[in-house]
């Protein structure tokens, strides 16, 4: 979608300043803890995440085991069936005439105005075997080319089972809620060849539906509806809700930080002259030095170990896509902050530009028939907490 290197690096620069002034703050924050515990150095790379935890207690001090009781496996089924329900009019029925591979594995038909539109699968316990991790898989990818083919997908996880209510972290919570959301791009889809049918999009816009699926777990009407202690039903507190959108800038500086060097790493290689050969170290360090990556913090993936840079052209030079489909997700979600996250008139806007087209659309239209205009960048320096300058 980005169409050019410039237009990626032009975004991975404009993000990048911000985050470093931010890992800046957070260095001294940093170094504030190691000198009141006369700790007699400088803080280095190999110190950062031994003194960002001391920074996160005294700071931002979120335990995950109070929010575990509010946050159930199923019901946080429920609140992403709920949601979608909301904004496309989708149902989901359990059906038991299905075959499944493992008796864990539930299926629910999905239907759209009374109407048959796909088949959903959850998979969500771990056992041997299993792949780690959270995905979405696709079983049958939906058309229209001789007959209207409905779409089967799939949300996988590794939660443990338990003989009682399984209880996630609010991190699992909301990669439920993004799994989901690749999930709804392939039930949505409504093309008519399959080869453009729902998630196969362009790179860095495949993460643009999931991320912004992520925003309805932290609506009001989702958390007091579904977000129920396990034992007394209550929602769950306004106070501890505070705690964790306190948390989510906590360390953005770094992180951002980490990814952007390799991103940009990653741009700058892949753009280099080929008319000579290049050393790895030497142009690593060039790089580094060239963009001022503060020295205490290490690119996330370095030349060494950057798996996928060699590793065919499925990324190639494609690590920005992260940034910039996170750069679509917060424009979307204001859009969404401003309207009410369950407005009608815009839900149907992000289905009819967005969630039904697949590729059939290029991304770019497709964000401008949604948002009425190109992506605006600074909603994402918003979304993380940087100054817009
Ligand atoms: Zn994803």
Redesign the pocket.
Known sequence: MAKTPDAAMALCMKVWKAAVARAREEIADMQKVADAEKAGHKIEPWDYRFYAEKVRKAKYDLDQNEVKPYLQLDKMREAMMWAAGQLYGLSFVQVHDVPVCQPDVTVYEVMRDGKHAGLWYFDPYARDGKQSGA??NEYRTQENLQQPVAPIVSNNANFVKASGAVLISWDDARTMF??F??ALHGLNSSVHYPSLAGTSVKRDF??FP??LNEHWLTTPEVLNKFALHYQTGAPIPAALLAKVEKAKHFNQGFSTVEYLAAAIYDLKIHTAPADKPIDATEFEQRTMKEIGCPPEIVMRHRPTQFGHIFSGDGYSAGYYNYLWADTLTADAAEAFAKAGFYNKQLAKRLYDSIMSVGNSIPPDEAFRRFRGRNVDTNALMRDRGFPVG
């Open positions: 995905w979405m993004h799994e959301g690749h495949v993460e999931s991320q």
